[in-house]
């Protein structure tokens, strides 16, 4: 573990994160921006199933937002993954990821995680396959929405990856 990781602190995110998670979102460079106004609800309405990645100051370095499915409450889904481009390549991410997938499966008994990449998004399918290869899990992938679907113009379809089950106790 670097010194930059081990001054890495992960936690629940609060309603004044929620402009550095837009901020990290803006400069990630793969991920679709959605309003500042939407994580500042995203970091009120649910932080119990998102974290934030801070540095040793406190400040916000990486974010993952999530949210339990409503027809398969045990399902996490993970909507974005982000991390500062200065604190990349540390393992960041894999931790958030742990983390957060440990918390909610030990207060909401989840069993799978699901989130959806673009064919593209190498660095989001190794993060979410070594997730995997680390629980002990299957993955399932799936065209969940493909290009046609989406109204804004060219969008890459978006592949469902499915990973579970979760083992009982997952380590970070």
């Keep these: ?11 629940r995110p609060s309603v004044a994160d929620g402009a ?64 500062d481009a200065a604190h990349r390549g540390r393992g960041i991410a894999a931790r958030l990821l742990d983390g957060l997938a440990a918390r909610v499966a030990a207060e909401r008994e989840v069993i799978c995680v699901e989130t959806t990449i673009t064919p593209g998004n190498t660095a989001s399918q190794r993060l979410f396959t070594s997730f995997a290869e680390r629980h002990g899990a299957r993955v399932e992938r799936e065209v969940v929405f493909d290009t046609p679907l989406f109204p804004d113009g060219p969008h890459d379809p978006e592949v469902l990856y499915r990973i579970g089950p979760l083992t009982p106790h997952l380590s970070h």
């Design 20 to 83: 550095a998670f837009w901020r990290l979102a803006k400069e990630s460079g793969t991920l679709d921006l959605n309003s500042s106004y939407s994580y500042l609800l995203w970091c009120r309405d649910f932080a119990a199933t998102s974290a934030v990645a801070r540095d040793g100051d406190g400040e916000p370095i990486g974010f993952v937002t999530g949210y339990l499915r409503p027809d398969r409450p045990r399902t996490l889904l993970v909507w974005q993954v982000a991390v």
């Design 1 to 11: 573990m670097t010194a930059v990781q081990a001054d890495v602190h992960i936690d």
